[in-house]
């Protein structure tokens, strides 16, 4: 391997530690939702995708049945195909390596491979692997931790647990409201999930505005 | 370890990582032509907003399908505040967490 960017690694290590970090929050809402600690460590050490992991838990959370979890955490894998096409011939690797590179092919190992294009493609891959695998040990540590913590603590209302996981998402959600379309959008998917809460079983309504999201796609075109 | 394929919690966690994971696999091996449709690429960002804005709204204003207004909701608000001041994710999470405990137990 060649010599690594001090600034690149500088970079991947803390994306790492600030992302890693919020495995605390994800363990800790999986075992509130009802998983148990090695159920909440699996999610983390397979699944590896933070925003579909804590859509799982927060649907079965709520009642939801495991189709609808699945198929709200699904939808929001769907990026990283699309991350993986643009990371592809940038790794160019192949056999293990290419199920390795897929595996850490997440949001953060993009961003920051990505954001080392202009110093050159062997800074891109360094980024892409330091951040994949950083990401990944830290966010499986602090999972465990999480875990661990939420279930000696007992009732999670009683410690805040059942706001701090919406909270988290809204975390999560808030850089990514850019423009007015964005917010228009979060706003009316909010408002149709609540509309259809009392008439559809749980997960239903957040699948649903899966739809609104189509339909805001279609309309941006015309817009522009 | 008994793994029952029934039980809804495993049979998400199962079923979520091999999706995951396909998802991740499919990206490195297709074609970039087939996936670069601008369409299919905008409405591809605004799904993330979609469900994590109704997940936010179903954790924050719902119980049981029913909608109701408890210490969550002060706390999620307590949330929001903190992130148009710009507050760093852990304080918004400990801010909201901290609010909702303390009416939780004042009640």
Redesign the interface.
Known sequence: MSRVNRATAAQSLSVSL?VG??GV?FGAASVAA???V??SC??SL????G??????V??????G???S??A??????????????????V?NVKGLR??F???L?IDESTGVALSQEKIGLREMRQGFWLTGFGVFIFWNIFTLAGALGAQAMGDP??????????????????P??INK??RF??????????AM??YF??GV??????L???F???R??VWK | ?EIDLID??????I???V???L????????P?SW?SN??I??????????????????????K????IAD??L???GV??LA?ILRAP??V???????????L??LN
Request: charge should be positive; proline fraction near 5%; include cysteine.
């Open positions: 600030t970090a919020y929050a009802g998983f148990t090695w159920q699996l999610l397979l699944t590896f995708t925003a579909s992991q804590f859509a799982v927060g649907v079965l959370g709520a009642g049945s495991a189709i979890g699945i709200t955490a699904t939808l929001l894998g769907v990026r990283n195909t699309l991350y993986g096409l643009r990371m592809a011939p790794l290419r199920i590179a897929a595996q092919t209302a009683a410690w805040g647990l059942d706001a701090a996981v919406p909270a988290a998402f809204l975390g999560l959600l808030w990514r409201l379309t964005d959008l979060a706003v009316a998917a909010c408002a149709l999930a609540l809460t009392p079983v749980p309504p957040i699948i649903s505005t899966a609104l999201a189509v805001f796609g279609l941006a075109r | 370890m809804p919690f495993w049979l998400a966690v079923g979520t990582s999706l995951a994971f998802l991740k696999y499919l990206g490195h091996n297709v970039k996936l601008p369409r690429l905008k409405i591809n960002s605004l799904i993330p907003i979609a469900l994590l804005s109704a997940l936010v709204a179903v954790q924050s204003f719902t049981d399908s029913r909608l210490q969550r002060a706390g999620v949330a929001v992130l994710f852990p918004v999470v400990i801010s909201a967490a901290a609010t909702s405990a303390a939780f137990h």
